[in-house]
């Protein structure tokens, strides 16, 4: 009989899109539903890297080379120097999306039946990848209690074995928001070193961090052979639909074998490497503008959230992500009863159950991630939704005392 | 101590794109190369879908459906309907390049381990991703003699293992040319059929079939459960930078189960898809002209490489490829030196060994691949290095009778 693969059946249907159906249906009712459930930003894509592809004179869109045009890693070494990253356009790889990033990162170093270690929650595709490589992931939790510090050493070194082959990092992270600081960084690096992993880092929202300084694992001295660099331009310049990114990596044996990967598949996207080059002659000061405005919902959500009886929020450092704990059931029925059984003023909002970010079955049930990518407006409306929602939700639990005492 | 996974290790480096490094170093002394190395067509992109792209109005790119825009999905029904394969937009996911379908394939419905029967000599690439995939490609040979004609049913069955899950085929074929006709079609449903195989169908070349019928995978009655279609624009509208194409099947669990690995990569390129729904609305008429324009070449390409001695080369029936048996020793050494140390009127020409696209080891020696991508002047003038390179090639063997007699 024909089958599908193992793989195929193990693969994770995406946490987040499997309410795509619910909000469809409220939509249809009516109701107008804010998505804070995906990192999709509202930000404008930069015009000028749109413009570029307008103005390119293009006869015939052809295959670019398998690492990308030369011209565009030559100008990504410009803006790593930027932010501190001192790499040459042959120790970039530009892949479809920091998606194709994460995979090349896999397969390359990564043999069948190895082990990642991911602090979690964590980026839930992760496990796609992971899946489609036969590979296991080992998360170390990480708790909201802590606001998602990294997990004390002993964790790490309590679930490393001999599979053990690498750690991935969000930094900073989705979905927590969380920014690693310095002495997180050198306390990855040491383990790294001293157990011979490879650190997979992810900085996706480097631009975005708003307390606190911004360490890149390849800021690391003497990390430079472990470290493989996942980025992409999705969310720097509100360019995710472009499916550009990059692996970044100074170990020469990881990136001629990742190469091989990129010439299997040919070339990355043509036409979204011409909005990459023209964003490195964006104004330095381009980034100001998001980073003030998504600090501005930042604050506004979390002071919302916080203010919500049972609600807590901790701030998050960077990124454009919120997590909090509600005094809630379960998030995954939550979040589905507000877009099938709820609305305000003829609205709702959507979330993301954190169930789906956690390795470990059973956590994540009293947690959502918020992404504030709506103005100040939407979040402001959104969060009257949820605070009502809160009041009414039918599998609510652990009342605050003063609101036990006023239901008495 | 860090290392490389075993599929990096055992990952092919591109046949192809190794002898890129000759090409560059002859380029420096001056020389002129004539790449018929690779299937990157100098047509033009059609102004049109490249104009749809520079009048979009986008304020966000943002990410798409994870199966690829429903607007675009739609479009391609009709397209399909045109080309007699019945589909609905449920049933296409739109994959960055045909490389993406063929890797969602493997992915979706192999295991590690299991065995997928190819036609040699077959498109390079194939072997990347069964690498990818913990899949392994048992070769059946094809032979020039025949022009590369499928072979026996026998010649299948003789291989077919309880480990076989798929039999993969290129029609019109990418490296040989050769167009399947109905009865070879019919040949493999039946053995599909019998020994419930997936059927993988790579229709790159579609719109280029010069004597005979094109007969896709999905004209086959009764076969709709077996065969997953890999399909791109790269090559329709000589669009290949683009990276788009999709993967096409009927069969609901294999839809289901590829749908979760497209949302684990997010989406397709959305500037791509706008070029993808564009095309549909190409003039009907549009085909005739690059069509007409290949054929030219073929024909001229043929004359030529048959009329040198020791040369044979089959009349391709599809695609831009054609396969010459030349009287060398060694096409990888041959190739090579064509572009180190010959020229002819400070020109050279860059071809394809054809021992990349063998699975067999040892076959494809005395053959290449030849992409007849360029127009007529450059392909006679190519043909010309080339006549010239067979004359004074120091690796020349097996000099056909009469010349022979001359050199007496």
């Not at 015939?60 to 565009?72: M, P, Q, R, T």
């Not at 390849?218 to 996942?230: A, F, P, S, Y």
């Not at 405005?293 to 450092?317: I, K, W």
């Not at 995954?332 to 507000?338: E, G, T, V």
Request: charged share 25%; glycine share 6%.
């Amino acid at each position: 009989m024909l089958s599908i693969s193992e793989r195929g059946k193990k693969m994770p249907a995406s946490p987040i899109r499997k309410l795509v159906p619910y909000a469809e249906a409220a939509k249809k009712k009516g109701i107008k539903v804010f998505h804070l459930n995906i990192g999709q930003p509202d930000i404008e894509t930069p015009p000028a890297i749109l413009d570029a592809v307008r103005k390119a004179d293009i006869k015939v869109l052809e295959y670019s080379h398998s690492a990308g045009n030369e011209s565009y890693r030559r100008k990504l070494v410009q803006y790593y120097k930027k932010v501190g990253i001192n790499v040459n356009h042959e120790q970039i790889i530009i892949t479809t999306g920091g998606s194709e990033a994460i995979m090349f990162g896999f397969f390359t170093c990564l043999n069948e039946g190895d082990e990642v270690i991911i602090p979690e929650p964590f980026y839930a595709n992760y496990n796609g990848f992971a899946i489609a490589a036969g590979v296991n992931v080992v998360p170390i939790t990480s708790s909201i209690d802590t606001g998602f510090a990294l997990p004390p050493i002993e964790d790490f070194e309590k679930v490393i074995t001999a599979k053990t082959k690498a750690i991935i990092i969000c930094n900073p992270n989705n979905p927590t928001g969380y920014l690693y600081s310095r002495d997180e960084m050198e306390k990855l690096k040491q383990i790294c070193l001293k157990y011979n992993l490879y650190l997979f880092s992810d900085e996706a929202y480097r631009e975005f961090c708003y307390d606190g300084e911004y360490i890149s694992a390849l800021h690391l001295d003497g990390l430079d052979e472990n470290v493989v660099l996942m980025d992409t331009i999705s969310k720097r310049y509100s360019a995710c639909g472009a499916r550009l990114g990059a692996l970044v990596t100074k170990n020469k044996s990881v990136y001629d074998a990742a190469m091989k990967f990129a010439q299997a598949r040919l070339s990355p996207p043509g036409l979204a490497q011409i909005m990459g080059e023209a964003a490195i002659d964006l104004p330095d000061n381009y980034f100001d503008i998001p980073k003030a405005e998504y600090m501005a919902r930042r604050d506004l959500l979390v002071s919302r959230l916080n203010a919500m009886p049972g609600v807590f929020c901790p701030n998050p450092g960077g990124a454009f992500y919120a997590m909090a704990k509600l005094p809630i059931d379960d998030s995954d029925k939550f979040c589905q009863w507000l877009l099938e059984d709820f609305s305000y003023n003829n609205q709702t909002v959507m979330l993301a159950p954190a169930t789906g970010f956690y390795g470990t079955p059973g956590l994540g049930k009293n947690e959502v991630r918020l992404a504030y990518v709506l103005n100040l407006d939407a979040i402001n409306a959104a969060m009257d939704c949820l605070e009502k929602a809160l009041e009414v939700y039918p599998g609510r639990v652990g009342l605050v005392p003063e609101k036990k005492a006023m239901m008495k």
